[in-house]
């Protein structure tokens, strides 16, 4: 079963306009969550994080939002970019195994295309 | 550059051939980790290292092993190759949890 879900498999938005792509977990033990930018033949690269203790974090044009309550987060950009087009993936840390090393699960991604 | 470089970027294997993807990171992280990416599936841990001499299973370690060869890399072998294991592989290291990941660019790999 899917512990890191990112139901929108892809979203198109207009360049200049906001970008939210979400995620929803199920496993009440994440306590850091994670976004990550993917392009075409490329490794995934780190963009953003939240820690539990946190509702919101900011940077720049990207804002993760964290609502433990209902196990959703969310990344906003804005404004949106053509070079923000990219496969984004949630991802929240899972058990820690030691001498920093914390596994993390990722959601199935969410393709996202900025419009020009 | 710093980073994670993975080899070869792309092989193709026929059914029940064996090979070794190869990952090494020059940023001094204790901790080291193979995924693959599906379509559809997002990326699934295959196996991770957590400190040099350790090794454990992920989420889908069936078909692999790995060999934490020192500090810097971190090989997968696939025995005997399956279609199933048609994927891209992604090497990652990491300090700590906060930075996250540094991944590597992938390995294409296609099993006929």
């Known amino acids: 079963d899917q512990q890191v879900k990112q139901n929108s498999p892809s979203l198109s938005v207009q360049e200049g306009r906001i970008s939210i792509l979400n995620c929803d977990y199920t496993?009440?033990?994440?306590?850091?969550f994670l976004w990550y930018k993917k392009y075409p033949a490329e490794g995934p690269t780190f963009l953003i994080s939240?820690?539990?203790?946190?509702d919101k974090n900011e940077d720049g044009r990207f804002t993760v939002f964290l609502n433990k309550s209902a196990k959703h987060l969310s990344l906003h950009i804005v404004p949106s970019q053509p070079g923000d087009s990219a496969v984004y993936f949630c991802?929240?840390?899972?058990?820690?195994?030691?001498?920093?090393?914390?596994?993390?699960?990722f959601g199935k991604g969410t393709k996202l295309s900025v419009i020009p | 550059n710093a980073g994670v470089t993975q080899t070869p970027k792309f092989q193709v294997l026929k059914t029940g051939q064996s090979m070794t993807l190869q990952c090494a990171q020059d940023?001094?992280?204790?901790?080291m980790y193979w995924y693959r990416q599906d379509p559809g599936m997002g990326l699934r841990l295959i196996y991770y290292?957590?400190?040099?001499?350790?090794?454990d299973k992920g989420e889908v370690p069936n078909g692999y092993n790995v060999s934490r060869l020192n500090k810097r890399e971190f090989s997968l072998r696939l025995e005997s190759a399956a279609p199933s294991q048609t994927s891209v592989y992604f090497c990652?290291?990491?300090?700590?949890?906060?930075?996250?990941?540094?991944f590597g660019s992938g390995t294409r790999l296609t099993v006929v």
């Open positions: 496993n009440s033990m994440f306590d850091y």
């Open positions: 940023m001094n992280h204790n901790s």
């Open positions: 290292s957590a400190s040099e001499g350790t090794t």
């Open positions: 939240i820690s539990s203790i946190k």
């Open positions: 991802a929240a840390s899972g058990r820690y195994s030691g001498a920093g090393s914390y596994q993390l699960t």
């Open positions: 990652a290291s990491s300090e700590a949890v906060g930075p996250g990941y540094t």
